[in-house]
């Protein structure tokens, strides 16, 4: 028995193997319950008890250097599996998946786009306000329902500090550091104190614009509109302007574009009057201009102010506002080919 494991021992010492199937082979070979370690394991019982305790100790140091033999050799395959062998410069690339872009952004890109080529440029202000730039600054008076604690997040224990109820915020940001011509867009996150259904959220996305000039006229806002609703949804759309009320523009309007769904003839959407109101407009209220340090005197300007999601809607026909904060991936993939 001591030759037979010393012969063994001999072998294992030596033991090689060129891949992972001829590894397996030696592992049956040696170490399995079939294997040779084992067969002499269930022979130890005849071994004389005079001899037990040499054999025995010979059996153990057998076994482990099997082992260790063994174990080595595999992690000198698994070295090689990863990456020590050679590399295949021709294969191709495993496919990277792109992302998509959010259908609010590719819509809020396309609004900067229109509004870039006719001379706007962005504007941004913080999402974290003091009452006086979103409100004060824009003639709300003190009493003005907008300030109500229904509509606006306070910041508490700062009653001054307020989450933006709209971007028209940044009208004021840029009026007060900037002198006329002034000419920006203004795109940007706002809140409401809204209970979420699929309609209405206690967050959404606005587009402000705001023009300052001498000599700027109704007449100037309304082109723009109508060059922007057609460019945007169509060059067959048609425009309407409502008399409205806003604190910081006079005369104030909102505007309805033919609804680019049923193309006017009516529908769900339009509650079938074939018109969708997209969004509020006006000449800015001279008290706005003197609030800010423009002397209304010498300028005017007009202002207007439109909700992304709404206009991403119209275009999308998206049923559900929630999709859009839902990060959804299905939904998201749609617009794969938007832009
Ligand atoms: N700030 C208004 C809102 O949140 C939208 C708006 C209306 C902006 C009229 C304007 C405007 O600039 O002239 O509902």
Redesign the pocket.
């Known amino acids: 028995m001591i030759a037979k494991i010393k012969q063994l021992l001999e072998e294992v010492e030596t033991l090689k193997a060129s891949n992972a199937e001829e590894l397996e082979a030696l592992r049956i070979k040696y170490l399995s319950k079939k294997g040779a370690i084992n067969d002499l394991m269930a022979d130890f019982r005849n071994v004389a008890a005079e001899q037990k305790k040499e054999v025995g100790i010979k059996l153990n140091e057998l076994k482990t250097l099997a082992q260790e033999k063994i174990t080595a050799l595999k992690e000198q395959f698994e070295a090689q599996d990863n990456g020590s062998a050679e590399i295949d410069l021709t294969r191709s690339a495993y496919p990277v998946k792109l992302g998509t872009r959010h259908p609010l952004s590719i819509v809020k890109n396309e609004i900067i786009d229109i509004f870039g080529r006719l001379g706007f440029s962005i504007a941004e202000g913080p999402e974290i306000e003091d009452d006086w730039h979103v409100f004060s600054a824009l003639n709300f008076a003190e009493d003005h329902p907008a300030r109500d604690m229904q509509d606006t997040f306070f910041i508490e224990a700062h009653p001054d500090v307020v989450l933006r109820?709209?971007?028209?915020s940044v009208?004021s940001r840029v009026m007060e550091v900037s002198q006329p011509p002034i000419r920006i867009i203004c795109p940007g996150r706002?809140y409401r104190n809204e209970a979420i259904s699929y309609r209405a959220h206690c967050f959404f996305h606005?587009v402000?614009?705001?023009y300052i000039d001498k000599n700027v006229s109704f007449t100037d806002l309304k082109q723009v509109l109508l060059l922007f609703a057609k460019e945007m949804f169509g060059a067959e759309t048609k425009i309407r302007l409502r008399p409205?009320y806003?604190p910081?523009?006079e005369p104030?309007a909102?505007m309805d574009i033919s609804c680019n769904i049923c193309g006017g003839k009516g529908c769900p959407f339009c509650k079938h009057t074939g018109w969708v109101e997209i969004?509020?407009?006006?000449m800015?209220d001279p008290n706005v201009l003197e609030a800010n340090g423009i002397d209304s005197k010498i300028y005017s300007g007009?202002?207007?102010?439109?909700?992304i999601e709404r206009i991403t809607n119209l275009k999308y026909q998206v049923k559900d506002l929630r999709m859009f904060s839902e990060n959804d991936m299905r939904f998201l993939k749609e617009f794969e080919a938007a832009y």
């Open positions: 109820t709209h971007t028209s009208q706002v606005q402000e614009a705001l409205s806003f910081f523009t104030s909102e969004l509020g407009c006006g800015v007009y202002a207007l102010g439109m909700g």
